[in-house]
C-alpha cells in the first residue's frame, strides 16, 4: 500500500459542530480548526495587540506543537467550538485596522545588477569545494524517495556557518516549511529581496519593529539570499541541468482564488506531492495542477541540502523566487 503524503483525519467532525472565525473568539484556551482540507485542529495560545497578531498552537498532524503567529484578520480563515469563549472586541478591531496597510517597495535595476555581481563571487567561492564528487546526486532516485543528502546538508551548513548566517538559515527554513505566514521572518526576506532588486514587495506594513534586529538584519539576510541563490546555482550547473521540472498543486471550496503576489513561490520536484494537494477533501470544489521547467536561477532553497524541509514533512520541497510574469510559478 502506497503510504500517504500527508496525515489525515477520516472521522473528523462536521463543520456543523463549529461556527466560523471571528475575533470576538480570539481568547486564549479556544479550540478551533483550521480551514484547510484537513481541518487541522488548533487551540488560541495567546492575542498581542500590540502587534496587530495572535497565536495558535497545532495540536494534529505533522505540525502538531508548532505555533503560529498570524495576523488578527487571518481569524477568519478558522472555525471554533460551539462553547468557545468570547471576548469584547474593541482593542482588537482597532489594532487590526492600524496594521491593515499595505506598502510596495519597487525593484531597481542597478540594485539587481549589482546583486547578480555578487551572487557570481559567491558561486565562484563555493565551486571548489564542489568538486570532490562527494556532491553527485542520482537526482531521479531522490525525487522519487523525497528524501535529501545528507552531505549536503553538511556543506550547506558549513557554508552559513562561514558567512555569519547558519541560525537565520535554520529559522528562515524551519518557518517556511511551517508557514511562511506565521511571524514576520519571511515578510523581512521579501522587503530585502525587494531591496537587492530581485522581486518587487507587495505587502503588509511591518508590525514588529524588531524584525531587523540582530542576527536577522537587512545586511544578514542579504548576505543569505545571495548564498543561498549561489549554492543553487552551483549544485544545479555541476548535475548538468539548466532547468528544474517543478510541480504545485491546490485544491479549494469553491472559484480558484487570485494568486497571491508572494515574493517566494513553494513548488515541489515530486508529481505525487502536488497530486496529494490537487486530491483535496471531501468539501473540494476545484482543483488545479501545474508543472514547469523553471531556469535553476529563480532556486533559493530546496529538501536537497536542506534538513528542515525532510522531517517532519517529506514534500521534496523547492523554494523559487516569484517570477511577475509567470502565471503557473
Known sequence: MTTPVY???PDRAPDTDFVPGELSLLV?????????????PITVVAV????GAFVVEINGFEDAGAHWELPLPNVTRFQFTHDASRTDTAELARAAAKFDHDMTIDCD?????????RINEERRAIHDRLTSGRYDV???????????VPALYELCRELMAERGIAELDDEFATVFVSNPASGELVKGHA?????LGLYPYHGGIVRNQDLFGGTRS?????NHIIARMALQRELWSMWGRATATVYRGTAVEGPLPTRSRSSFVSTTLSRDVATAHFDGGPTTTTAVL???DVPIERLFMTYLETPAMNDPYAEAEALLLADPGNRAF
Open 191 to 195: 522587503i530585502v529581496l525587494a531591496e
Open 138 to 148: 542520482d537526482l531521479p532516485r531522490r525525487i522519487a524517495e523525497r528524501t535529501g
Open 109 to 117: 535595476p542597478a540594485a539587481r545588477e549589482e546583486t547578480e555581481h
Open 218 to 222: 537587512k545586511a544578514h539576510r542579504a
Open 28 to 40: 486564549a484556551g479556544n479550540r478551533g480548526r483550521l480551514l484547510d482540507t484537513r481541518r487541522t
Open 7 to 9: 496525515e489525515s483525519d
Open 48 to 51: 498581542t495587540p500590540d502587534i
Open 290 to 292: 501545474w508543472r514547469q
